[in-house]
């Protein structure tokens, strides 16, 4: 099987090292991505609805530079800074997957650094002929 790594400028890069995803075979692994806006690599201000949107919105971006999409999604591992923002996520999560979701997991977990209140981890298959 083949691997490559897959970047876009419609996503955050941080200069870690991590990539913002790796294709293998038929499969995208997306890396976790939390609310920092691509264009000016600073963290989104705001409550867990707003930097829910900015995390999917990221991921987004990375499975379209992988040729795929939210659609086809097949797993989401999710962290959240405060449990109580679990129904405010789920508002947001849900209009972004509004048919047929994929396995999800959702924890609290510490986050990297105290602004961001989500991080959320994607594996997606890619569409037939992809």
């Known amino acids: 099987m083949t691997r490559r790594s897959v970047s876009t400028s419609g996503a955050p890069r941080t200069g870690l090292p991590y ?3 790796i294709q293998y075979g038929d499969l995208v692994y997306v890396s976790g991505q939390v609310a920092i806006d691509p264009a000016t ?3 989104v201000q705001g409550d867990v609805r707003v930097q829910t949107r ?3 919105d990221n ?3 990375i499975l379209q530079a992988a040729g795929t999409s939210l659609e086809f999604s097949v797993e989401a591992l999710c962290f959240l800074a405060e449990a109580a ?3 405010a996520f789920n508002e947001v ?3 972004y997957f509004p048919v047929d979701p994929p396995a999800r997991t ?3 977990a510490a986050l ?3 602004e961001f209140k989500v991080e959320i981890r994607v594996i997606a298959g890619l569409p037939s002929g992809g």
């Open 85 to 87: 923002d679990f129904a």
């Open 93 to 95: 999560y849900a209009s």
């Open 112 to 114: 990297p650094l105290p």
């Open 19 to 21: 990539s913002q995803a």
């Open 106 to 108: 959702t924890v609290q």
């Open 59 to 61: 991921i987004s971006s």
């Open 41 to 43: 690599g600073q963290a």
């Open 54 to 56: 900015r995390v999917l």
